[in-house]
């Protein structure tokens, strides 16, 4: 028995010692192979972080999760005096253009979209990357429609559809078709209902999309609380190169009161900036500063 043994011990180290050169080249060889491999490994470890960041946009803005309410954030969150979204890497929607209904009051009640002609089965795309939030069905209202959240810091919503092509929690890319146009809910023809909402407050979307034109208005957009209503830059509200000052141009039919209405700032506020009362006759083209 110990004879054996002995033989077993000795066949291994000969074993070891027979190693020959090739083969201990190959070992050689093989170290950097590992190191690389390794560095491959931390490389594919932060593109899969990356992905799952991406995976959560608006992260750093947003209280929580939601998939039951569209509007679930009220109180919870805290809105910024100013926030500028970035709108590159972006599709529009449809590439339709005629809008049939405007941003604003309508029949009592506010509407915090606009209204896109589309026709049955047209093909719906998401205006960003992101993750889609809601996929649910309105009666007395959206219809079927598709909430996304999305890394930029927007929230879109598209309404009435007939057909929604994606699921809550999935990740989309900026253009993936998500859903078909369709006349669902409380519609009156078929069209697409598109809201764009930072932190649920409602922005026109005619400050950021131009339909007509099948482009964004600029690369970015200067959210201001209390200030998203009214289109800037079409000869109402403008801004001073290079600043984000505000200004407002005087057109025909404008009182302090209705310009205070469309820009979001008091009368008060108005006269105070631009050193005039509550008596001061306004000129049509007249500029007025509103911040």
């Known amino acids: 028995m110990i004879l054996k043994c002995i033989k077993v011990v000795a066949l291994a180290a000969f074993a070891l010692v027979s190693l020959n050169v090739s083969g201990q080249d190959l070992l050689a060889r093989q170290a950097p192979i590992d190191k690389k491999l390794k560095a491959i490994d931390s490389i594919a470890l932060i593109r899969q972080i990356q992905k799952e960041m991406a ?17 679930a954030f009220g109180t919870k969150v805290e809105i910024p005096d100013t926030f500028r979204i970035d709108m590159r890497d972006f599709c ?62 927007l929230e879109t919503i598209y309404g009435h559809l007939s057909k929604q092509l994606v699921k809550e929690d999935q990740y ?11 006349n669902t ?17 409602a922005i026109n979307p005619a400050l950021l999309f131009d339909f007509e034109k099948q482009d964004i208005v600029d690369d970015t957009y200067l959210f201001m609380k209390g200030k998203n209503r009214y289109r800037r830059g079409n000869s109402s509200m403008v801004a001073s190169s290079g600043s984000d000052v505000q200004y407002y141009k005087v057109r025909r039919g404008d009182s302090l009161s209705r ?25 049509i083209n007249q500029v007025l500063k509103c911040s």
């Open 55 to 71: 995976a959560l946009p608006g992260y750093d803005l947003y209280p929580d999760w939601n998939n039951q309410r569209v509007h």
């Open 92 to 153: 529009m929607p449809t590439t339709n253009t005629k809008i049939t209904s405007k941003f604003g009051p309508r029949r009592r009640r506010m509407h915090n979209g606009i209204d896109v002609k589309v026709y049955i089965g047209d093909t719906i795309r998401s205006a960003f990357s992101g993750k889609v939030r809601m996929v649910k069905y309105e009666r007395r209202g959206y219809g079927k429609y598709v909430v996304i959240r999305h890394e930029n810091g």
């Open 172 to 182: 989309v890319e900026a253009g993936e078709v998500i859903g078909l146009g369709g």
């Open 185 to 201: 809910g409380r519609s009156t023809g078929s069209h697409l209902h598109f809201e764009t909402r930072f932190l649920g407050q």
């Open 259 to 283: 310009i205070s209405k469309k820009t979001g700032v008091s009368i008060d506020r108005l006269c105070k900036l631009n050193g005039i009362t509550r008596r001061t006759t306004l000129r």
